[in-house]
């Protein structure tokens, strides 16, 4: 009979190349906010995939760049710590010959590793299936890989090998979380990233880099299925202020709206959901603030 398996896996890759579709298509339930603008994952975010042949730890890193300010720096290095703490690294890249320097900053990352490399190139529903060989053939000498295992994360094409390898790839062990348990973050974190993504997605492109989301009231009313959640949207300017607001306050209302259905569907319940917009200026150079904010270097160890 075949042994339990059970280890940590990291989602590495350059931002937008898919690596929270992935995790959420794996793990089968939307827990990593998706967005087509870098920066949307900023914390570790941990889920859990339990099968009879084993658990898998998934951990979504901040894509890995060339960081800009503390938040940036902040970022890189949780992904970077990540490739040395876990069982093994899923590499996730796009379906294309070119391996540009975000690519090779990352190769060398690979170098000061010894943990087994599966690279995944996403997003083969973007081309033509006779192309993939010629992806494959452009990476596989670039590093050290255990396995290349094309997918589409959109599509789920090819997403239940890419599960099966990963596990093949694991050292035997425990269960180490409940077997309908999916992720380790709080409630209040998943609600606040829902937040986010709702304005990442509306917002225009100048804004969504600054913005954080924090939840000031989660409360269960008594005797009712219905929760209420005040959350406010921070951003570093008046200006950016105006634009989240929208003529007449559109804007925050489809945000809201957007983000409720989410919210609810996570929570399995009704939720009276209140946004405030606030301007605190530069926050992403301020370690209060990004600690403030729910970006914890010491919670992230």
């Given at each position: 009979m075949a042994k339990f398996k059970s280890g940590f896996v990291t989602l590495i890759g350059r931002p937008n190349v898919g690596k929270s579709t992935l995790m959420n298509r794996l793990i089968g339930q939307k827990i990593a906010i998706t967005s087509n603008k870098p920066q949307t994952t900023r914390n570790r975010i941990q889920t859990i995939y339990t099968a009879k042949e084993g658990q898998v730890i998934f951990l979504d890193t901040p894509g890995i760049h060339k960081a800009k300010n503390k938040l940036g720096e902040y970022m890189v290095s949780v992904a970077e710590r990540t490739l040395k703490e876990v069982d093994v690294i899923m590499w996730i890249v796009e379906p294309t010959t070119f391996i540009g320097a975000g690519e090779r900053h990352i190769v060398e990352k690979l170098k000061n590793v010894d943990t087994p490399v599966i690279l995944v190139i996403n997003k083969i529903d973007t081309v033509n299936k006779a192309e993939i060989l010629t992806f494959i053939n452009a990476y596989k000498d670039v590093a050290e890989f255990a396995e290349i295992v094309p997918v589409s994360a959109l599509k789920g094409e090819n997403t239940d090998d890419l599960m099966s390898t990963v596990i093949k790839y694991l050292p035997e062990g425990p269960c180490y979380y409940d077997e309908d348990t999916i992720t380790d973050q709080p409630?209040?974190?998943?609600?606040?990233?829902?937040?986010?993504?709702?304005?990442?997605?509306?917002?225009?492109?100048?804004?969504?880099?600054?913005?954080?989301?924090?939840?000031?009231v989660m409360k269960e009313r008594k005797g009712g299925n219905l929760i209420d959640i005040d959350a406010v949207i921070i951003c570093e300017r008046s200006s950016h202020k105006g634009i989240i607001i929208g003529k007449q306050g559109s804007m925050l209302k489809k945000i809201g709206t957007d983000a409720r259905k989410?919210?609810?569907?996570?929570?399995?319940?009704?939720?009276?959901?209140?946004?405030?917009?606030?301007?605190?200026?530069?926050?992403?150079?301020?370690?209060?603030?990004?600690?403030?904010?729910?970006?914890?270097?010491?919670?992230?160890?």
């Open positions: 409630e209040r974190q998943i609600v606040a990233e829902l937040v986010r993504e709702k304005a990442l997605r509306n917002l225009s492109d100048e804004v969504p880099h600054g913005i954080a989301v924090a939840i000031e989410d919210i609810e569907a996570l929570l399995d319940c009704k939720v009276n959901l209140k946004l405030w917009v606030k301007v605190k200026k530069d926050w992403r150079d301020s370690d209060y603030l990004i600690k403030n904010y729910g970006y914890d270097k010491n919670l992230d160890t």
